[in-house]
């Protein structure tokens, strides 16, 4: 992880951290670590979401930003969904637009083709 250790780059990071009163910085990172990892990008800035749209660590809450990323309930709270880390993952922005509260059937918006982000709508259903 080139010069920095986990914990200097989040002290590193804090000031671009946009977050609400709820969210520690523990808290966003540990959502974060459940992106894709994808080989030869660096974990730490770049990753994808499970609709395949890439996130940059420092592009939490953003919504300017292609980037931009929020934690998603993969269940609502709003169908008895939980507040417990198994239920949320991180999410490119549009994407948790376009899921919205649908449960256990929803669309997401963006994907990526190379580099780049795009506007694809993948469709997606919990089994079970």
């Known amino acids: 992880m080139n010069l920095f250790t986990v914990a200097n780059f989040i002290e590193v990071n804090k000031m671009a951290i946009k977050k609400d009163n709820n969210q520690s910085d ?14 030869n990008v660096n974990p730490n800035d770049f990753r994808k979401d499970y609709a ?8 939490y809450g953003n919504r300017n930003s292609q980037y931009g990323w929020e934690i998603d309930h993969l269940r609502p709270l709003s169908q008895n969904g939980t507040d417990d ?7 490119q922005w549009q994407n948790n637009a376009r899921k919205g509260d649908d449960y256990p059937r929803w669309a997401t918006a963006v994907s990526s083709e ?8 993948k469709y997606w259903k919990v089994n079970g």
């Open 114 to 121: 190379g580099i780049n982000n795009v506007n694809i709508t």
């Open 52 to 59: 395949g749209a890439w996130i940059r660590y420092s592009d």
């Open 26 to 39: 523990k808290y966003i990172y540990q959502v974060w670590l459940k992106a894709i990892v994808v080989d």
């Open 85 to 91: 880390m198994s239920n949320y993952f991180p999410l």
